[in-house]
């Protein structure tokens, strides 16, 4: 056992590439129903014998990570592959420390291995997932459950401030290149203009304006007035407001969905009333409550805030493509921010994003 630690895992995240197995002509004889109709040469073939695997297990198969309320917990992440595995792994529900820094999220590259320390203080069922579409989508997910071991241990906690925001979905037209001067200037005419493709209409093409799916805040629970953003917030574009917090804030969210389908607001690696997130139907208002406690802000060693995210949950993949996401930024509490004794600095938020418009609703 390893001293101070209550419960220790190992993660070994890799695509288990099962075409270059020495086993793969006797894999087809055995599995398949029909092993003279395969094609070893077909990209779909192909592509079904990566296995997106944790500890070589997908769609959270893997057993035995369980832990309760609050055990020290340490967890060794490795990946294995090629240059083009950059695995991300995403803890859901509980952060972690990496190098006396506060994290959700965390890069493995092939061959790498890194260690991270988590005392969970959420509990239920939750993910761990590598975040890259292609690889979440492929299986590379498993389950991890925080127990609850204590009389006393509960799941909401009693916060001492408290902050309110009115968001709601909203349907609109996106135009991505509203203005188009940029190209005299960086391709003066020049036939391999790239931006064609993407923004031009003809030839069966959509062009840059599409139906998007979005976050904007309102001034109250009425929903009738928006509001404005302020200068400094016009770069944020698509994306929703940005909500600070600060380290023990009870953040309520009353979400309203205008659009036409399900979705949520969800913060990422924050703790929540519950580890299922409430899908609000279309027309429907529903009040979230996220807990800003200690694990969840910045260390001491960390810079004063750290940005997070927020987003609709009911299909994490094409919600985000159709458009939902915003700035999360949590801080350390101080006094002198919030009497306004202290002048914050400037802040921009940047999401840097291919928005698959193949993927949208």
Same mark, same amino acid.
């Given at each position: ?164 925001? /009115?968001?709601? *979905? ?5 135009? #991505? $290149? ?5 190209? &005299?200037?960086?391709? +003066? ?121 927020? /987003?609709?949950? *009911? ?5 985000? #493509? $159709? ?5 999360? &930024?949590?801080?350390? +509490? ?28």
């Amino acid at each position: 056992m390893q001293k101070n630690y209550n419960k220790e895992f190992h993660l070994m995240a890799t695509v288990f590439d099962e075409n270059l197995s020495w086993y793969l002509d006797e894999n087809i004889q055995t599995f398949t129903t029909a092993p003279k109709t395969v094609n070893k040469e077909d990209e779909g073939f192909l592509e079904s014998n990566k296995m997106h695997a944790i500890n070589g297990f997908v769609y959270r198969n893997l057993p035995g990570l369980s832990m309760c309320k609050g055990d020290k917990t340490t967890w060794h992440l490795s990946g294995l592959g090629s240059e083009t595995d950059v695995i991300s792994l995403y803890f859901q529900g509980n952060r972690f420390l990496y190098r006396q820094n506060r994290k959700d999220t965390i890069s493995v590259f092939p061959h790498i291995s890194h260690t991270i320390t988590m005392e969970p203080d959420s509990m239920g069922q939750f993910e761990v997932v590598s975040a890259t579409v292609d690889h979440y989508r492929g299986g590379m997910r498993a389950n991890y459950t925080v127990e609850k071991c204590g009389l006393f241990q509960r799941q909401a906690e009693i916060m001492r401030h408290s902050k309110t925001f /009115y968001i709601a *979905a909203m349907e609109i037209d996106w135009e #991505y $290149s509203p203005n188009r001067t940029w190209e &005299v200037e960086m391709f +003066r005419g020049h036939e391999d203009n790239p931006a064609h493709v993407f923004l031009e209409k003809s030839d069966g093409f959509i062009g840059s304006t599409y139906k998007k799916v979005v976050y904007r805040q309102f001034t109250n629970d009425k929903f009738t007035k928006e509001v404005e953003r302020t200068p400094d917030m016009d770069h944020l574009g698509i994306m929703g407001p940005m909500i600070h917090a600060s380290v023990g804030d009870k953040v309520k969210v009353v979400f309203k969905n205008m659009a036409s389908r399900p979705y949520s607001i969800h913060a990422h690696g924050v703790k929540t009333e519950s580890p299922d997130v409430y899908q609000t139907k279309p027309g429907e208002t529903h009040t979230y409550t996220w807990y800003i406690n200690k694990n969840t802000g910045p260390t001491t060693d960390q810079e004063e805030c750290s940005v997070s995210a927020y /987003y609709s949950t *009911a299909d994490v993949t094409k919600d985000l #493509y $159709s458009g939902l996401i915003g700035p999360l &930024v949590i801080c350390r +509490r101080s006094w002198a921010r919030s009497l306004g004794l202290k002048k914050e600095v400037e802040e921009f938020a940047l999401l840097f994003l291919v928005f698959d418009e193949n993927e949208s609703w």
